[in-house]
């Protein structure tokens, strides 16, 4: 199941997120945590992990260091 | 289809607001397209701003940075990863961050099916001119359909690149390079796309540019790095290596040494100023 996720990140990756290149402030980036965060806590975890990375990746928010516990 | 389907209302929302921007402004198509991505990047402008101004504050951790790189020179992910741990330590981060970028996201698939379904449609339902200063006959057509396209698409790679120079100050310089590269390869993808994408595209990109050289000129480089580097590049004649370890000290005043001493020692010691300021 998480696979759907995992290709869902992927498809971002190969269309839009290579068309904007922007770099993300944190390490991981939020795709590559999307990624982590898919495969070890499933789709739904995953997701509303990644979901909530997502929002704290604002011009506010401090950045770094960051993968998934 | 399933998947798109929620889309509709975005692209619905679109519609509308490009058919306000034509109907009740009086825009031309294409100009409703640019008013429409005008629109969307002022909406954006606090976030934009707050980037710029990071990425401005962390040139005075330069030196700091230097010496992370150089300390794991050798694995990349490590070097990374305390890069980040600085940037946090001290509230500084050079990188966007992805949900502007995203908010961007759902404007351009609405475009894009906007625009599709333009080409789709009878000429009835979008009443008025879809061309574009007279080089481009329509947005709704293929880029490469008309020599116009050719310009656009040149602008695009252009403005590309200009606002990844502007926007993305990336530490590693290969990455730097690839994302610089990236709008050469893109070119063809977007050679299919419809010309009133492309002319979205040009039109954020200009933005970025625009808003890039505004704020750096309105937010003048912090002085302290100035006079970090003076105060660790004086020590050097009782200690050798400074390091730069972001220690100021307060070393003697230069001024007032009496050069009658040795007229022979200052000249070299301002030639490896030189040098060292080129690399």
Aim: proline letters at 8%.
């Amino acid at each position: 199941m998480y696979r759907l996720g995992v290709a869902a990140v992927w498809l971002y990756r190969l269309t839009f997120g290579a068309l904007f290149p922007t770099t993300c402030k944190y390490h991981p980036s939020c795709s590559q945590y999307a990624l982590d965060a898919v495969r070890s806590r499933g789709l739904v975890r995953g997701s509303a992990l990644a979901c909530w990375r997502l929002a704290r990746c604002n011009p506010w928010s401090r950045g770094g260091f960051d993968p998934v516990r | 289809m399933i998947l798109f389907s929620p889309l509709t209302p975005l692209e619905h929302a679109a519609r509308h607001v490009l058919d306000w921007l034509h109907g009740t402004v009086g825009l031309p198509w294409a100009w409703s397209i640019v008013a429409l991505t005008v629109i969307v990047r002022v909406l954006l402008v606090p976030l934009t701003v707050k980037q710029i101004h990071s990425m401005q504050n962390l040139q005075r951790f330069a030196p700091q940075m230097k010496e992370i790189q150089k300390k794991y020179k050798a694995d990349k992910k490590k070097q990374n990863e305390e890069l980040m741990k600085f940037y946090r330590e001290n509230n500084v981060n050079p990188a966007a961050s992805c949900l502007p970028m995203l908010a961007q996201f759902p404007v351009f698939i609405a475009l894009y099916y906007s625009l599709r379904h333009f080409a789709h449609e009878p000429a009835s339902q979008h009443p008025g001119s879809l061309s574009f200063l007279h080089f481009i006959p329509s947005i709704a057509d293929h880029t490469t359909s008309h020599w116009g396209g050719f310009v656009l698409l040149f602008v695009y790679v252009t403005s590309q690149m200009a606002s990844t120079l502007y926007m993305s100050a990336t530490v590693d310089k290969t990455q730097r390079t690839i994302f610089m590269l990236m709008p050469i390869v893109f070119v063809f993808v977007i050679a299919h796309f419809p010309a009133g994408l492309v002319l979205y595209w040009v039109t954020t990109n200009l933005w970025t540019v625009g808003q890039g050289l505004i704020t750096r000129r309105l937010v003048p480089k912090t002085p302290a790095p100035a006079i970090e580097k003076r105060t660790s590049r004086t020590p050097p004649r009782d200690d050798g290596d400074g390091g730069g370890n972001g220690a100021q000290r307060g070393p003697e005043p230069p001024k007032p040494t009496p050069a009658a001493s040795s007229r022979s020692q200052p000249p070299r010691k301002v030639r490896r100023k030189k040098k060292a300021g080129r690399r």
